[in-house]
């Protein structure tokens, strides 16, 4: 029995690939115990060590770099879903003047590194255009143009990944192109390709880091700020691992977020795919503008 990549491994494959598998978990494992055991060496684990963490004003900072962490990531994630969408949609027209704009945007955005926009838009446009941008803005326009160009090639790969019976059928019925975009293709590939997006704002997530390079108060320009505080003891390395611990816990709650909504996406799906009265109902509809001399022609 084969597969449309590769062949189905046999028994002594599965047996071979078991063995991989548990060599590299017991690598893997060794290199962290190693990596435990130096730390704990070089008294990284003292208590004496982590005695700046019992600050109430540290634990503020951390508290509102955090929020401010938080804050950007939300706005940049909206502003590059929407920019995603809406390009996605303008790659996808069939109108020349539409298409070709949107395409050059994307590619464009897509090949520009993330630090090279961010440095454009807080320096460069306000020195050679004249417009005061904060640091705020600087990271977020960044991350939605960057981020935004990508996930409008996730959304336009989505979309042409489904079937074309959900256009025709959706079409039939008298649904304008923009409408069946909007209604039927758009959400289908939306839940197509939610494991694909919900890794791209992971990785915006984590890009809101690189603000501490135009120096907005995130958490990593508030670690770099207390790792060289002298009269904490230089605790660079402890607090990394903090900031470090806040970082993952953010991807594992966004991701943990994504497979609620896939779990809700799909039991609806099968409510719907399991209700005969709504079968029925689509297929007399469908069957009333076939016997109207095909109305859904109309785009």
Known sequence: MTAVLYDTPGPKARLRNAGSGVVGTLLILALLGFVVYRLAATGQ????????????????????????????FAVAALLSMLFGAVFAIGRMSDYRWINRPATVVVELFRAVPLLILIFILYFGVSRGLGVNISTFWALVLGLMLYNGSVLAEIFRAGVNSLPRGQREAAVALGMRKTQV???????????????????????TLKDTALGFLI???????????????????????????????????????????????????????????????STARAQNEVLVAQSQGGGGAAI
């Open 45 to 72: 684990f003292d208590g004496s060590v982590w005695t700046w963490i019992q600050y109430q004003a540290i634990q503020v900072l951390l508290l509102r770099s955090l929020a401010a962490t938080v804050t950007a």
């Open 181 to 203: 975009m909007l209604h039927v293709l758009l959400p289908q590939g939306l839940r197509a390709m939610l494991p694909t997006i919900v890794s791209q704002l992971v990785v």
């Open 215 to 277: 120096l907005y108060p995130e958490l990593l320009y508030q670690a770099r700020y207390l790792g060289s505080q002298g009269q904490l003891g230089l605790p660079i390395l402890p607090v990394g691992m903090v900031v470090a611990a806040l970082y993952i816990a953010m991807c594992l709650l966004l991701s943990a977020l994504a497979n609620y909504l896939d779990r809700r996406t799909r039991r609806s799906k099968k409510r719907v795919d399991i209700d005969p009265t």
